[in-house]
């Protein structure tokens, strides 16, 4: 299983409509994604389990993928994290 | 007659009759079915139609307020969807063998009460959407018709507990005069989906609104979160004048945008933007700024990984001061700390326990020169050919002004040596909003070219009181007397040196403030460009002389009420909405 850690650097955190852009790109992919934050883990397709994570600006986490496309899932959704969410409010 | 206080929640003046905006209430009863795969089917069945019935009040809702609003429908749309909800339901029916409508009761239930129990109000509020999102699942599997505004037939007031976003936009904007709700705060969606609608809210009213019965005439004043009932023919009257008023003012506010604020006796003085980017330049000459007040520079400096160097400082810069061609913009010099945190700064300093109180903008920039002087040198350099001036915020002593301006000279200095082209003369001000830089102000007026008070934070440093902690936050309101009697010596202080001093906190555009601060002499009203237009016009319905009497009185007032109370007695036109 490849995973990657990344820091949630936008305003609102994983809320709102950077959440609803990171469950849209995990869906485009086939492999298992989960995203763990604290001691919880949410399936990065559920944007119901992704916002009870309550991520918030400058939080950690940790976006596993399993699966035939899991690497390209990672980097994309890498991307999406850095880019700080195409600079969406 | 009686009156109820709720929250203000979007500007506006509401007369007519309440209509009861009721839910229709869905019960669901858990019963065992003996064909489990017929169930999920029709649970699928359900899932389809929600998603078609969604898909066009989010069209509606698009075309109606704009991308905000249907924004909230695509989210239900991928709760709809949502894999963890559906396979939910889908154990939930074929292993316990319930009835769709008791699963997934069951299942979104528990998703709404495990976001409620969050400490973040914005996810608190995701519950109501996942509960709505259910909702319309639930009328679909049993067959409950979706009318609550049945008997909607004039143009009304409507009245409910709470109302949903789905509940918002299913109603014929035509009969809606406003929105009035038991629960609810100012972040709700009624009050969002209002102010994106331009109608008027009161919110969290308390329970007796929604006791009303239909028909009751009531007036709904969302500026002020007051609710009339039964208002007497004088009472009406007067909500029906201030109603044609701010209609008029706003009619006029927007033709005149363009034109200079001119006081009824003749005084001008200056509207200008706050903004924080290049985008923003543009929508605040749209409005009719007459330059920039307060230009914050962290854009360059956030969601990044590395210091913004001096060329893309510059080429930033000038950009922006050249949109305005002659007309002021004001550079304020990097304010970070505090809440916002540069991640890659590395300067090995401990996390603080108070960063509020701590190490952030001019102390942060006076300790690492490499932080400042290239911000520094990009100004003076933006300074050639354009109207660019700079401002340091958080200056708390004389020292830190004195030692600030010696950078820019290091830098001016550098800057001849190299050949360079620079402003050396560019004018050089401090922003007042630490509650000992307004006590020393003469002497602080001595070392620089002019003032740009920060009410902001000198309402939260005078009254301790953080404005984001909704339970203190009235604590923390520009109109307390002990800050506006700070404002008046700041600005007092400035005009004995021959300085000039702008306000670029939010008070500028507010415009119950504003006949305040023209009393009190204030030469700049800088604030974000959409409030530009009125604040212009309601400088121009009112008189000096009136304004500095108000200020006079507001000086002497025991409480932010008293002058918010006086100032709407004196100054009909600066009750807008």
Known sequence: MDEIRLTIQHNVGLHARPAALLVKAAKQFQSDITIAHGDRTANAKSILQVLGLGVNRGAQIVIRAEGSDSGAALSSLRELVESNFGGVE | MKTLHGIAASRGIAIGPVFQFHRVELNVERQTVTEPAAEWARFRAALKEASAQLEGIYQKAKAESGGDQAAIFEAHLMMLDDPELLDGVQRAIEQNSINAEAALNEVAGSFAASLESLDDEYLRARAADVRDVSARVLRILLGVAESPTEGLVEPSIIVATDLTPSDTVLLDKKYVLGFCTAQGGATSHSAILARGLGLPAVVGAGSEVAALPDDTVAVLDGTCGDVLIQPDRKTRARYAERQSLAATLLAEARSKAHEPAVTQDGQRVEVVANIGNVAGAQAALAEGAEGVGLLRTEFLYLERSNLPDEEEQYAAYQAIASAFGKLPVVLRTLDVGGDKELPYLNYGTAPEANPFLGMRAIRLCLAHSDLFKPQIRAALRAGVGTNLKMMFPMVATVSEVRAARAVVEECCAELKTEGASFAPDIEIGIMVEIPSAAVMADQLAKEVDFFSIGTNDLSQYTMA?????????????????????????????????????????????????????????????????????????????????????????????????????????????????
């Open chain 2, 465 to 577: 009181a953080d404005r984001t902690n909704a339970q203190i936050a009235p604590l923390a309101s520009g109109f307390q007397p002990a800050v506006l009697r700070l404002i008046q010596r700041v600005i007092e202080a400035a005009h004995y040196e021959g300085k000039w001093v702008g306000l670029c906190g939010e008070l500028a555009g507010e415009p119950l403030a504003i006949p305040i601060l023209l009393g009190l002499g204030l030469d700049e009203f800088s604030m974000n460009p959409p409030a530009i237009p009125i604040a212009k016009q309601i400088i121009r319905s009112v008189r000096l002389d009136a304004a500095q009497d108000a200020a006079r009185t507001a000086l002497q007032c025991e409480s932010d009420g008293e002058i918010q109370r006086m100032v709407r007695e004196r100054f009909p036109a600066a009750c807008i909405g």
